[in-house]
Every structure is written in C-alpha cells, then in structure tokens.
C-alpha cells in the first residue's frame, strides 16, 4: 500500500524576504517593549514566523482562509505544523534580506 502523501515527500520550497523594520517596530508594539531589535541586530525567537508567509490572490483561497491545499503541501484535512523545526535564528537580523526553504518530510 502506498502512502497518499508520498508524491509530497521531498517537495521544496524557498522564499526570499527583506526583513523589513516595520514589521519588526510593529512587533515590538504589539507585546509593549520599550524597543525593537535595531538595524543589524538579531530578532528575537519566534520572531521568524512574521515572515516568509504565503500569498494568494481571494480566488485561490481555501474556506479555512488559507492557501488552497494541493501546492506545496498536500491536501490534508488540517493545517497543523507537526515535527516543525526551528533553530534559534540569530542570523535573522532586522532589515537584511533571507531565503527561507521548506521541505516536505515523511
């Protein structure tokens, strides 16, 4: 019996963003610290997660609100993100450009 995510298996991803201080400055905000991570600095962890997040037009969402299913993902019936790994990300700085890359996993 093969596995129905099997063609899924070994799929990649990348994208690249400026990681732009606004975001960084809107961040900071929103959780009331005195400040943000300045140009050059590294963003704190979990920080990474404001970037590198799909777009799609209206038209090619799901009812969920996300991107429809069937990309780079297949189509499951839930978005749940298990086994994610994420390194402390010190080399994630305010305002430098970075690729992120994703791989699909059995």
Request: aromatic share 8%.
């Amino acid at each position: 019996m093969t596995n129905a995510y099997e063609e899924w298996v070994g799929r990649e991803e990348a994208r690249t963003q400026r990681l732009d201080a606004t975001v960084v400055q809107a961040m900071a905000a929103t959780l009331d610290l005195d400040s943000a991570p300045a140009n050059g600095e590294p963003l704190p962890p979990g920080w990474q997660w404001l970037y590198f997040n799909p777009t799609a037009r209206r038209s090619g969402l799901g009812t969920d609100g996300h991107p429809q299913r069937g990309g780079f993902l297949p189509p499951s019936t839930c978005r749940v993100a298990c086994g994610r790994a994420a390194a402390c990300a010190t080399w994630l700085t305010c305002r430098s450009a970075r690729k992120r890359r994703g791989a699909a996993a059995s």
